[in-house]
């Protein structure tokens, strides 16, 4: 049995065992947790403080449970991350996420920048590989994207015979990493000669650009991507209450 830390509320100590044991892979992503009962009496807990704890999980979309079925490790299927992660809509769409398609994606191995090894936390000089993409809307060139991750957490990513449309399904599916949170900063930036080559927008246009830090489970720093966004046609969409 784990050990259950006692400085927290009872609840938070069996979250905190759960996800670790999401995290170590003890349950694979769609596969189902023992019951309540079961983990109840596994931890030494009751099943009401089992079941505050996955609730929690769920309410972080580390989890979905379903009425009568049982609680299982949320999958990053193509679907479920573009709708968590992907915030691009059409003026006055309610919230209605744009869906984007990707280009072929060019990888590169090289040292870590020294802004990138502060953001993830890496060492210096450390190997990453740069990903580079250009999303379509509709057909149209829209997002210039560049992500930035650690290549000892996804040794031979860049030797993928082809990138999903999403990365962090791959991450999950292959590599073990589950993204469970992002951090994002925008700014507004002009457009440059590159952009207009990737975009086909005129340099000195206003662009979006989206400095994003993707977190694991576990804590782990696993992904910077910058995206620069053309939104003539798109605007940044979040729900806020």
């Not at 280009?103 to 191995?109: F, G, L």
């Not at 000195?204 to 694991?216: C, F, N, Q, T």
């Amino acid at each position: 049995m784990d050990p259950i830390p006692d400085f927290q509320p009872l609840y938070k100590q069996v979250y905190h065992v759960l996800v670790r044991r999401i995290a170590e892979g003890q349950w694979r992503p769609a596969e189902a947790l023992p019951s309540e009962h079961a983990l109840a009496a596994e931890l030494r807990v009751s099943q009401g403080t089992v079941r505050k704890a996955l609730d929690a999980l769920a309410a972080e979309n580390l989890v979905v449970r379903y009425q009568g079925k049982g609680t299982y490790v949320a999958e990053h299927t193509q679907e479920h991350s573009l709708f968590r992660f992907f915030r691009l809509a059409r003026p006055g769409a309610e919230g209605e996420h744009v869906i984007p398609e990707s280009t072929e994606a060019s990888c590169k191995r090289r040292a870590a920048t020294a802004a990138e090894s502060t953001k993830l936390h890496l060492s210096r000089g450390a190997t990453v590989v740069e990903i580079k993409r250009v999303r379509l809307i509709d057909g149209v060139p829209t997002v210039s994207e560049k992500s930035v991750v650690p290549l000892q957490l996804f040794p031979e990513i860049d030797h993928q015979d082809a990138l999903p449309n999403t990365l962090y399904s791959l991450y999950q599916s292959v590599y073990g990493v589950n993204i469970v949170l992002a951090k994002e900063e925008l700014s507004a930036v002009l457009a440059t000669k590159a952009d207009e080559k990737d975009l086909g927008i005129k340099p000195g246009s206003p662009l979006l650009r989206i400095e994003r830090i993707a977190m694991s489970i576990n804590g782990e720093r696993a992904e910077l991507r910058t995206s620069r966004c053309d939104t003539r046609n798109i605007v940044y969409a979040i729900d806020v209450s």
